[in-house]
């Protein structure tokens, strides 16, 4: 088992608890319907990732498989699609002027994608 990928999980896993209930709790009422559901988009995007990398974490023991590349990719991709909608979703109770970062959401897609493409590659070819 890779502890550092595991521990990421949990991080993002614990976190995503965290941003849930304050987006439940605390801004249901303060953002628009829109602003809501994209807002759980990236609490559910997460949070599948986090367990994501929990598993991920466990194969990293099979002989001729780095999943590094898998992890930087994963953890790169939660950053940039969960919280861009965050900061977008949220932009209307800030103020700020962010709308640019609507770029950094479907890049983070792509990267996450890409891991899954990644790993499934990996697994196609070192593992019987």
Do not use: C
Not at 59 to 87: C, N
């Amino acid at each position: 088992m890779n502890k550092t990928i595991f521990l990421t999980g949990i991080a993002f896993g614990t976190l995503a608890i965290i941003l849930g209930a304050f987006g439940a709790h605390g801004l249901e009422q303060k953002l628009s319907i829109a602003s809501q559901n994209s807002y759980e988009t990236a609490v559910k995007y997460q949070m599948y990732h986090a367990l994501f990398l929990l598993v991920l974490a466990h194969i990293d023991a099979m002989p001729g498989m780095s999943v590094k590349p898998v992890f930087y990719l994963i953890v790169s991709g939660i950053i940039a699609f969960s919280f861009s909608i965050y900061l977008l979703s949220t932009s209307e109770l800030t103020g700020l002027k962010i709308s640019y970062l609507g770029l950094m959401t479907p890049f983070g897609g792509i990267l996450l994608i890409s891991g899954w493409i990644l790993l499934g590659y990996r697994v196609y070819k070192y593992l019987d």
